[in-house]
């Protein structure tokens, strides 16, 4: 989240350093984290000025139009030049206008020749134009980059400006905005308050608190009650008598817009500017449309809220609401509601400031999808000491420009809770840091931060401000200290390197499984692992698949995807149906990444991070995690090999998912076997189980998508696709890959033509075939035919074999010897030689 600080208002609560540049002070705020995102300001530049219109005569044109031929008053100090109007003693510019908004006598806004609009993108210059030379512009709202009523010029109030005066002081835009970017534990950051502290502890100089006022006492005021521990207090003070039509002050809605926010009538202005201006979010509501005492408590079933933004929403019992006897009024902390809002008749208000706990306020937000200003400061914690002065504030400034009364007493219910008190050793911040820091000076530190702090020998006790709820173990001391200190003090020292041991087999083997892959031809993608029951639903898995039990997620990012995945090819079907969808015909992706399967051994226990957990510890928390191997998921559609010229395109096939598979698990050296499986998504005549030799553990699939799976990505055609257990891979491989030995002699070549029924794997047969003869370096199929000569459930299937010994050539005799020996082998698992 940012907050735009405008460096003038933030200057009325810090005395920084004279001269300073907003680059100085924004570079200075950044090392003390708050990370500049933008510095904003108008960006006119020349002789913009306040002008007076001394006379103005009509001229109507040939086409129609009428323009006005003004005499503008601009100052003697503008030298101004009107050769239409000789003689004059008041020095005036003559200026062509084509708005009729305004009359003689009305201070404008003049951009005399010189001057740069960034609305406009041009410099303004004297120009000759409908007979008469304009020696400069009359601005509207729209030309000067402001908001508000674009269709006439901009007439100034009577008081504060005089011919000549600059008018970018005049209109606040000679200020300059500082667009912080404020981490979530900051939240005292989001308000000018929190800026101008430490911006002061930054340069040394003194800080004046906007919130250092007298309270109105607490008494019997507005009844409040208190059903909910969820609302710890609340304050609430009224004012009767105020007048809804009076208008917000200038100055008030100008800085209300350089901190992001626009005008909406003085109540509504009041109540914002205030939050910004203190931190404290504050809500006002009608008098006369309350009904009874307010209530903070818990929404009943069923109740519904219509908000300021006119949705109506439905509550649920985990909602806080602030409530009044005809219901709710606002969910707490977030918004309130539109029937009781502030309008033009309303003339009693009721100031309420609460301190709700913080999390409730977030779980709202998100449940109602509401976001508000209010909602992000209350979701993060507040200064819980600060409720009585924030009402007490907001009706100071409602009856100084709204008239009326306040009351005499506020209402406050509830007590705040007490700080904690941090104990930590003395050195921590020295040892943690690197940064020699003494004992004087993390007291000096802390305390410039608003903690109270004591020392005794060693160690310091540190309870942290109220404005501070994030402080609460020894380590967030540790920050705040070296934030005084300075982040550039800690020396910049590269640690000593361990004595190189190198990858370990696991790493090795890793990275050659994805050189293998992207030497394959696949382009690697990286997915969110989330995934939920519709993603099951789309890979066609039957309700009791194990795959659809899942590891859900405390907080997920969508309710559509509530846990942590059980099979990459949910991520990698969506990317490949993205890419499809892009205009991409031939696509071949991979991930390499973890899926998460649970145990359900209970869940992980939460320690502190102030010490190592215990063995015991550590034990547990490994017991409670899921399981989490790494897998390799690929898919393809399209075509496999690009046609040309030259060349005929082969499109993809279910075959080059297992071809794939094969060749990582050569490149691991481990041994597969390849055997006809059965498991969605796959086509179930054309799934391959991967299967282990030892021990026969299934360690993934390959083969085409089934159709329907196809279809639910929207993809058509076919579309292979695989996903291995990688760890299951690393872990069967050898220690040390086989020392390769070769052999100089020459290979010797047979084919071999068998015939087999169609149930017999050809995986079955090739195995056999290679384990004939030592002499048999290598089998491969070349051809498979299915047909009437073949006869019916059965087919022809043609074998390269190439031979060779590693000591000598090999004679007529060693090859006939081999080729028996393969032809048993293959009679052995029901194939025989083809006649």
Known sequence: MTMRVPVQWLGEHVDLPEGLSAEELAARLTAFDLKLEEIVSAGITGPLTVGRVLAISPEEQKNGKTINWCRVDVGAHNAPSVPDAPGDDVPSRGIVCGAHNFGVGDLVVVSLPGTYLPALGFEIGSRKTYGHVSDGMICSTAELGLPGDASGILVLPEDGAEPGDDALAVLGLDDVVLDLEVNPDRAYALSIRGVARDAAIAF???????????????????????????????????????????????????????????????????????????????????????????????????????????????????????????????????????????????????????????????????????????????????????????????????????????????????????????????????????????????????????????????????????????????????????????????????????????????????????????????????????????????????????????????????????????????????????NVGRGHADVQLVETGRVFLPTHRGSAPIHGVDRRPTPEELAALDAALPRQPQHVALALIGDRARGGWSSVARPVGWGDAVAIVRRLAEALHVEVEVRQGDLLPWHPGRCAEIVLPDGGEVVGHAGELHPRAARAYGLSGVVAAAEIDLDALIAAAPAVGPKPSFSTFPVAKEDLALVADVSVPVATVQAALEAASPLIESVRLFDAYEGAQIGDGRRSLAFSLRLRAPDRTLTDEDLGAARSAAVAAAEAVGATLRS
Not at 555 to 573: C, K, Q
């Open 204 to 578: 040394g100089v003194p800080f004046h608190d906007p919130a250092d006022l007298e309270a109105v006492p607490a008494g019997d005021g507005y009844p409040v009650t208190l059903d909910d521990p969820a609302c710890q207090l609340f304050a609430a003070l009224e004012v009767t008598g105020f007048d809804p039509t009076r208008p917000s002050p200038d100055w008030m809605v100008r800085r209300l817009e350089q901190a992001g926010m626009r005008g909406i009538s003085l109540a509504v202005d009041v109540s914002n500017y205030v939050m910004l201006e203190i931190g404290q979010p504050n809500h006002a509501y009608d008098r006369a449309k309350l009904v009874g005492p307010l209530r903070a408590r818990r929404a009943t079933a069923g109740e519904s809220i219509t908000t300021l933004d006119e949705v109506e929403r439905v509550l649920t019992p985990d909602d806080l609401v602030i409530a009044d006897d005809a219901g709710p009024v606002g969910i707490a902390g977030v918004m309130g509601a539109a029937h009781v809002e502030i309008d033009d008749s309303t003339t009693d208000i009721v100031i309420e400031a609460a301190l709700f706990d913080p999390a409730t306020v977030f779980h709202a937000g998100r449940r109602h999808r509401l976001t508000s200003e209010a909602g992000k400061r209350n979701e993060r914690g507040v200064d819980t000491t600060i409720h009585a002065r924030t009402v007490t504030r907001v009706a100071q400034l409602l009856v100084e420009h709204g008239g009326g009364t306040i009351a005499p007493t506020t209402t406050l219910v509830g007590q705040a809770p007490e700080p904690a008190t941090i104990t930590l050793p003395v050195a921590l911040p020295a040892r943690v840091t690197g940064v020699d820091v003494d004992a004087k000076a993390v007291v000096e530190a802390l305390e410039a931060n608003g903690c109270e702090v004591e020392l005794d020998h060693d160690t310091v006790s540190v309870t942290a401000p109220p404005w501070r709820p994030d402080l609460t173990d020894p380590y967030d001391v540790v920050e705040e200290v070296l934030r005084v200190v300075g982040y550039d003090q800690v020396p910049s020292i590269l640690p000593h390197a361990p004595a190189g041991r190198g990858l370990t087999t696991a790493q090795v083997l890793r990275r050659r499984a994805g050189l293998v892959l992207a030497g394959a031809g696949l382009v690697e993608v990286k997915t969110f692992p989330w995934a939920g029951p519709a993603d099951f639903d789309r890979l066609q898995l039957p309700p009791d698949d194990p795959r659809r039990d899942q590891v859900l997620l405390e907080n997920a990012l969508s309710a559509e995807e509530p846990g942590l995945t059980t099979t990459l090819l949910t991520g990698v079907l969506r990317a490949l149906a993205l």
